[in-house]
DNA sequence: GGGCATCGATACCCTCCAGGTATCGATCCG
DNA sequence: CGGATCGATACCTGGAGGGTATCGATGCCC
């Protein structure tokens, strides 16, 4: 199976539509059939069910989406990998490491740091993104390592190190009346009269039905909060970065928050290497 | 890149010659040399140093070397689980679970119970593989889900659930000195006078060096003991499947076993999350 | 219910590139 | 120095991939 014929596929598989799928890839509808067909009897799998109408995906087809998908990521990897060892050592980021914009910036700097005074330490370049992003920078090559929160983050198909846990506190405007309390618990906060929690995407960028603003990043939300139209539960390192206009409570029975390093399985590279066990060495 | 060009790319990786990569890929050397600078031009990679006389990998070539292997991999995974699955559902497994040929055989009868029991199961296909060749054999979508053995085989780059945890025996030729100790500790066995522990075969196959016979599996091992020529340190469920001639002393200092179920993170079969549910309700 | 719009399949043509053969040039070895 | 080895180059050919024009089936709407 070649590459060309995966992208093809996932393409039709997406749109459910030929016409769309051949326009969105820069080509002519007819090919793009016959690709999908020979692709189809050279597996011996029907992979769509098309009437005149409509096209569907078959079982087969299902499961060549969501695998081939897989592929595709791990070939964008290669590529993309393989283009940055190839740059002039002079500047080339030796190592990117990407984690979410809005955390554990403390725990960040020190590894930087303790990574910095390492012998033969390669030049790191951080990647900062919106949440849930890591993983896919981290499959799609685009990324080297990265710094994760389960159970918000899926550690899904890396290689993981604990690097530390932390309980959570909700953030409120200041002088709301739960600031005064010690500590809360999530049952005191649910349903709080005009302060709802937000809504985060989900991967394919769509958010979920309900109450609550719809959020794209840390700053935006604490921004509501400031705002007095949504509260958070964040992990309490976030602590360090409130400004005046809010507040942070501890939420007793809140999920812990680890902190976790993760990298592809299959890496070799020493800089990865050498990174994460500084990391480890910091806990 | 084309995953005609990785392959090309692999074949003379792993080779490190043009003559024999071409060979072994069935094409002429000429087209071979002719597609590797086609893509080393559009990658804006050097990937080859070659002289008339040898090959060498640059820093890039073996970049995409390991992650070449793994998109490979992930692209013939896709291939195979969608073959499997267009096939006519009537005696089509439905799942297939890789385990080491001589482990957990206690374990997996109640899990293919238990799992069988379930409404909607689905058939499943047991297949029995030599030591660390689950991984392998999951990679490449040759089966669905895998028993594996912590620390002897590594869980990179799966999704795992812990099932159990156990303890090593030693198992030495009934009547050995050692077999009337109520337990051991590693020291005790390890340069025992003619009884060397076993070499396994590296990922490669190849044998590392040192003193102690090869072994390819567990039966192989376990005639060597009785016959006298080696000493094995197993998990203690092995006691099970121990005739006469053996015997197994628990061995308090070896890192114990963990068994758990592995599969592939971006699996969205429901066969698979059925039999991972059934699993951890063993327990 | 008939005309129309939509959408995938088919027919046909053309271009380009993957693959083959022949040969060259460089390097190592005896 | 001559031969063997090995990758690169030159050149040719066939087929696969892509394009345009068009067909045939289906759903929709007046």
Excluded: N
Aim: net charge neutral.
């Amino acid at each position: 199976m070649e590459t060309r014929e995966l992208r093809y596929f996932v393409a039709v598989a997406e749109e459910l539509h030929f016409g769309r799928a051949a326009q969105r890839l820069g080509i002519a509808q007819p090919p793009l059939s016959r690709a999908i067909r020979q692709l189809e009897r050279r597996l011996g799998a029907a992979l769509l069910d098309r009437t005149s109408r409509t096209v569907t995906l078959t079982e087969a087809g299902s499961v060549l989406l969501t695998e081939g998908r897989a592929a595709l990521d791990a070939v964008e990897a290669a590529e993309r990998r393989t283009r940055r060892a190839a740059l002039p050592p002079a500047g080339r980021p030796g190592l990117v490491l990407v984690t979410k914009a809005s955390a554990s910036r403390e725990l960040l700097a020190e590894l930087l740091d303790a990574y910095a005074a390492e012998p033969g330490a390669a030049a790191v370049e951080v990647l900062l993104c919106g949440p849930a992003e890591q993983e896919r920078l981290l499959r799609e090559g685009r990324a080297d390592v990265a710094l994760l929160h389960r159970p918000y983050d899926s550690t899904a198909g890396f290689h993981t190190e604990e690097l530390g846990t932390e309980g959570q506190v909700v953030v409120l405007p200041a002088g709301h009346p739960l600031t005064v309390r010690p500590h809360v618990h999530m049952a005191d906060i649910t349903g709080l009269p005009g302060l709802p929690l937000p809504r985060w995407p989900a991967p394919d960028g769509s958010y979920p039905p309900g109450p609550g603003p719809q959020v794209r990043d840390h700053a935006q939300l604490l921004q509501l909060v400031a705002l007095g139209r949504a509260c958070a539960v964040s992990p309490e390192s976030c602590r360090d970065r409130l400004h005046g206009d809010l507040a942070a409570v501890p939420v007793l029975d809140a999920p812990k928050v680890t902190t976790v390093i993760a990298w592809p399985p299959h890496s070799r590279s020493r800089a990865v290497a050498d990174l994460v066990r500084t990391a480890t060495r910091l806990r």
